[in-house]
């Protein structure tokens, strides 16, 4: 199973987008792009210096962007990417390029929100001066502890060793000068306390312009920053994404969805590297690409080849498949006679096919559709989180 990943802010760097305007039709998206983000994407992407692009309201546009990009040069459209594609995810603002090549919200819907949320954040950012450091290495329960001690937010928790605290320059002075033991200090090429309660002021405004956005249900795997599940409905994931500007990046619990779902190739968007560095350490076997320019298309055609589904063509149907998950935490219940006696077999709209159980009561799993049974993911008894995959389906009509 392949996944594609789009990183977030902090990833960029000056004249990364230069050698993807040379590929038929890009310089076209970003001009139309630019003219909804309200920035010159070409101009920021091939000539902005370093202090140029870590604008809040320059960065966030310019790496949605190019994600959207790269991924309709790799795979031809982004509904085809949607065919081959398994699992995407996205860090932070790289979850509107996930949500986008997931089908929820269009390219514009995406630049539209990407433009009120860029400023947004940006503007809270500057109300008090904050930064964001990364602590490498160390004990993670002293590393939580210390950040904790500081005053600070561990806004992004991205596994394999790194975790990003957040807030004022003085409370990330105080951890410069006492950091946790065995652990190195990285400041990051941001300009605020993302993912904090400094950024509550810029939900209010995404909350506003995401009202105007009719998202479609995920038409693959879409995983969210806030606890590494797969979202259920477009619904959800809009929601999750207004309130997710002012909530810590559960990065590690996406990769560790990804492991549990099967993933075996994992292609990293532009400006690619930082995601594919942890994905190293906390997804082995899998086979990874870091697509960085045009001269890693090849390698990243052949991962798409070897572990995506099967492209359409004239003589076959790409195949789809869909994954039920769990609408509350607690107790996963099968149904008698719904277990693993349904693999293999068509169900129709509605079926039963086990519960729930949580504290506010008993939650019915079914699904919405006709579709054969491939696969459980869970067994009776097992704790779940809200979200989990529980079962995967064939919807009728797609074999």
Known sequence: MLVIA?????????GFLAPWLELPGVADLMADWSQLAGCDLITYGTAGDAEA?????VAQPLLLAAGLAATEVLCGRLDQARRQVGIVAGHSVGELAAGTIAGVITPRDAMRLVSVRAPAMAKAAITVETGMTAILGGDETQVLATIEACGLTPANVNGAGQIVAAGTMEQLAALAADPPPGTRLR??????????????PAVAALREAADTVTPADPAIVLLSNRDGAAVGSGADWLERIVTQVSAPVRWKECMQTMAALGATGFIELPPAGTLTGLARRMLPGVELVALKTPDDLDAARRVLAQHGAPGPHEDCHPMEWRLLVAPAGGTFRALDGQGSALLGTVISAGTPLGNVDAR????????????????????????????????????????
């Open 6 to 14: 789009a990183p977030g802010q902090g990833a960029q760097t000056p």
């Open 53 to 57: 692009i870590r604008d809040t309201a």
């Open 187 to 200: 400041a990051l090429s941001v300009a605020g306390a993302f993912h904090t309660h400094h950024m509550e």
């Open 360 to 399: 506010d009561g008993q939650h019915a799993l079914s699904p919405a559709f006709p579709a054969t049974v491939l696969e459980w993911l869970v067994e009776d008894g097992d704790p779940v989180s809200p979200g989990q995959p529980l079962v995967r389906l064939q919807p009728d009509g797609t074999d």
